[in-house]
């Protein structure tokens, strides 16, 4: 069989990480909001850009030491299941068909702009499934990265079934938006309540065991830490009495605790100095945004339910990326100076 890329391979490997970028966000108005914030939580927790830098560097796994990666960041290893956290999740075998079918139908005369694309394949499947298009959107462009990340030989290779169950699959979107919203009531005379107000993260909204109690102030991965089963049996980040998200320093200087925020991002504490600037040296996100749906879970502070997703896997990879980038800008600029 040819290991040769097809002409739709070829042409997202024209798309560099800041072109994604631009394609995300023009998709977002056209998502629906139940897979907004998760999408861009997708995107985020599988940069190409570090990825390329992996297929770059002459040995990968010293690479991945230095970058103090751990766990699972490599897509190819969860090509069916990294994407299960999106309302959208529950279409993917027929999303994986079709956008496989777009592929090997592509030509390379079509000049279509990715963006277009994607809401093609988008409407064809919410066609067939007689659903909205938005609900197909993010997980379309999901598969599409997924594909330039992993290959079109190696996408098509597993089985594509999707991990929801008939309650789940049943779910309305309208419903997990109103679950996400819900705040927990804090009893007849909560409203007398102040610091003792108790609130529920979910952290993962597929299976009911997956929520905590956070106490109104207090850090999320503090919080978790009270959930005493065994989680290290099921992720190996995580240690044993430190509860399901995994933690290390507590202090914004490990990476290790990273979240997305799929619903309540605004009900968590504003983003300090000390979290924003670890963020970016992490490399997770590089925002002014106040309350951004990437967080350190050890400095997010609680103040009302929120839904999150953990990320499998951790790493310092923000400043050696941007080192990087202007390595390769800086020729071209000094070939600019020499010809000025
Ligand atoms: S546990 Fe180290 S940054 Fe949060």
């Given at each position: 069989?040819?290991?040769?890329?097809?002409?739709?391979?070829?042409?997202?490997?024209?798309?560099?990480?800041?072109?994604?970028?631009?394609?995300?966000?023009?998709?977002?108005?056209?998502?629906?909001?139940v897979d907004r914030n998760a999408?861009q939580i997708?995107?985020?927790?599988?940069?190409?850009?570090?990825?390329?830098?992996?297929?770059?560097?002459?040995?990968?796994?010293?690479?991945?030491?230095?970058?103090?990666?751990?766990?699972?960041?490599?897509?190819?290893?969860?090509?069916?299941?990294?994407?299960?956290f999106l309302y959208?999740?529950?279409?993917?075998?027929?999303?994986?068909?079709?956008?496989?079918?777009?592929?090997?139908?592509?030509?390379?005369?079509?000049?279509?702009?990715?963006?277009?694309?994607?809401?093609?394949?988008?409407?064809?499947?919410?066609?067939?499934?007689?659903?909205?298009?938005?609900?197909?959107?993010?997980?379309?462009?999901?598969?599409?990265?997924?594909?330039?990340?992993?290959?079109?030989?190696?996408?098509?290779?597993?089985?594509?079934?999707?991990?929801?169950?008939?309650?789940?699959?049943?779910?309305?979107?309208?419903?997990v938006l109103?679950?996400r919203?819900?705040?927990?009531?804090?009893?007849?005379?909560?409203?007398?309540?102040?610091?003792?107000?108790?609130?529920?993260?979910v952290w993962?909204e597929?299976?009911?065991?997956?929520?905590?109690?956070?106490?109104?102030?207090?850090?999320?991965?503090?919080?978790?830490?009270?959930?005493?089963?065994?989680?290290?049996?099921?992720?190996?980040?995580?240690?044993?009495?430190?509860?399901?998200?995994?933690?290390?320093?507590?202090?914004?200087?490990?990476?290790?605790?990273?979240v997305g925020v799929l619903g309540g991002a605004?009900?968590?504490?504003?983003?300090?100095?000390?979290?924003?600037?670890?963020?970016?040296?992490?490399?997770?996100?590089?925002?002014?945004?106040?309350?951004?749906i990437?967080?350190?879970?050890?400095?997010?502070?609680?103040?009302?339910?929120v839904s999150i997703v953990?990320?499998?896997?951790?790493?310092?990879?923000?400043?050696?990326?941007?080192?990087?980038?202007?390595?390769?800008?800086?020729?071209?600029?000094?070939?600019?100076?020499?010809?000025?």
């Open positions: 069989m040819s290991t040769e890329p097809n002409a739709f391979e070829h042409f997202l490997q024209r798309h560099d990480e800041a072109a994604w970028a631009q394609v995300v966000n023009e998709l977002l108005p056209l998502t629906h909001e999408t997708w995107f985020a927790f599988f940069p190409l850009a570090l990825l390329r830098a992996l297929e770059a560097a002459d040995d990968s796994a010293q690479l991945a030491q230095k970058l103090l990666l751990q766990g699972k960041y490599y897509l190819k290893d969860q090509i069916d299941t990294s994407h299960t959208g999740h529950r279409f993917w075998p027929e999303v994986k068909q079709a956008v496989s079918a777009h592929a090997d139908s592509f030509k390379s005369t079509n000049n279509a702009p990715l963006t277009d694309q994607i809401r093609v394949v988008a409407r064809t499947v919410a066609a067939a499934r007689k659903v909205d298009e938005s609900l197909l959107v993010g997980i379309t462009a999901v598969a599409c990265m997924t594909i330039a990340q992993v290959g079109l030989a190696a996408f098509k290779r597993t089985p594509g079934a999707g991990a929801l169950d008939k309650r789940e699959l049943r779910r309305a979107p309208e419903d109103r679950a919203a819900q705040d927990d009531s804090q009893g007849l005379f909560g409203f007398l309540r102040t610091t003792d107000r108790r609130w529920t993260v993962n597929h299976e009911p065991t997956a929520r905590f109690k956070m106490i109104e102030g207090q850090e999320v991965a503090s919080a978790a830490a009270t959930d005493k089963r065994d989680w290290s049996q099921v992720e190996p980040r995580c240690t044993i009495n430190e509860g399901p998200i995994p933690v290390q320093c507590r202090s914004a200087s490990c990476g290790t605790c990273w605004e009900k968590l504490s504003d983003v300090a100095p000390r979290e924003r600037k670890a963020m970016r040296l992490f490399g997770y996100i590089d925002t002014d945004e106040p309350r951004p990437i967080r350190l879970a050890c400095q997010a502070q609680g103040g009302g339910a953990i990320p499998p896997w951790n790493g310092v990879f923000g400043k050696y990326l941007r080192a990087q980038q202007a390595e390769q800008e800086q020729p071209q600029s000094a070939t600019v100076e020499a010809g000025a």
